[in-house]
């Protein structure tokens, strides 16, 4: 009778991990952050590249929701929230044959969506798109002309040429380094202009696109 009794309440006691671990639920969150190289060219109203450009060092941090597909699929969607800091470095001649270092830096809510692919339980490919909303934007540009410097700073919110939505496409691959923690690649480009050409004489700026290499943790 006293082994009976025992064995009900053991039972009792284990039935929320039981159900649990049966129903388990299909989505689960996590958190990452890294390091953003950004690459933006500068064109003038024609369409007409100049200069050269550089890659920028930045970071982003957000979390994540990743969806499993049914039992055994080898897919499964996610969707991210992300602060991203874009760094901007572009060269080039002005009217006047001045010499102009600019460095660019966007502050950006970035919202991908992408379908995972597992080849193996530790390592998926990842191909998706993004809505990205450019929330502020600042240049400084320094101008050198016959050996003297100026420097001047331009804030793209202020002045209203900063466009508020862009899209953008992304194909990256992320690898499980144990259990939860994963460290993640991504290569972003983003369609359109970053800011608005107010006349004839603006250039034209395009976020081009960003490599992000960071570290996160699924829960």
Known sequence: MIMKKLSAL???????????????????????????LSHMTISDNNGNAYGSASFGLGYYAGGLMEISGPAGS?????????YNRHNYKNN??????????????LDQISVPVMIKYFVIPSLSFNLGAAVNFNIA???????????????????????????TVQVGALAGVTYYV????????????????????????????????AIQLGVGYKF
């Open 10 to 36: 053991l039972l009792l006691a284990s039935a929320p991990a039981m159900i649990f671990a049966q129903g388990r639920s299909p989505i689960r969150f996590g958190l990452k952050a890294g390091g953003n």
């Open 74 to 82: 080898k897919f499964k969607g996610q969707v991210e929230a992300l």
């Open 92 to 105: 080039y001649l002005s009217i006047g044959s001045a010499s102009i270092d600019q460095t660019t830096k």
């Open 137 to 163: 934007g600042k240049a400084k540009v320094e101008s050198t002309f016959e050996n003297v410097t100026t420097t001047s700073t331009t804030d793209f919110k202020d002045n209203d040429y900063l466009q």
């Open 178 to 209: 144990y259990k939860g923690l994963f460290v993640d690649g991504r290569y972003n480009y983003t369609f359109g202009k970053m800011l608005d050409q107010k006349n004839n004489t603006d250039p034209a700026y395009k976020n081009a696109s």
